[in-house]
Nanobody, 118 residues
Framework: QVQLVESGGGLVQAGGSLRLSCAAS????????MGWYRQAPGKQRTLVASITSNESTNYADSVKGRFTISRDNVKNTVYLQMNSLKPDDTAVYYCRADRTVPPYFTFWGQGTQVTVSS
């Protein structure tokens, strides 16, 4: 069992920046992909950004050019740098880790709140 712990959320004004961190209790090299998802009140959880073990990245259209995902395999941590934040970015942000080859598994963090005021 791997624990994922998110941190770095908070309240920020529109146009500001935050950096989220997702620290894993074990090696993130075990995972083929890690990602950040978000869920706003009354809405479904959606992908924000993902990064594979070979550093390939993918972003939701709404955050392209503003958010950057990265990983530190030594610190077993994945980051999400969020710049030019907008009120629509307000949500609970969750970290997810996937192993897409056998044995398959997925882990989620507990989430961190990001609130962007206008």
């Amino acid at each position: 069992q791997v624990q994922l712990v998110e941190s770095g959320g908070g309240l920020v004004q529109a146009g500001g920046s935050l950096r989220l961190s997702c620290a894993a209790s074990g090696s993130i090299l075990s995972f083929n992909a890690m990602g950040w998802y978000r869920q706003a009140p009354g809405k479904q959880r959606t992908l924000v950004a993902s990064i594979t073990s070979n550093e390939s990245t993918n972003y939701a259209d709404s955050v392209k050019g503003r958010f950057t995902i990265s990983r530190d395999n030594v610190k077993n941590t994945v980051y999400l740098q969020m710049n030019s934040l907008k009120p629509d970015d307000t949500a609970v942000y969750y970290c997810r880790a996937d192993r897409t080859v056998p044995p398959y598994f997925t882990f989620w963090g507990q989430g961190t709140q990001v609130t962007v005021s206008s």
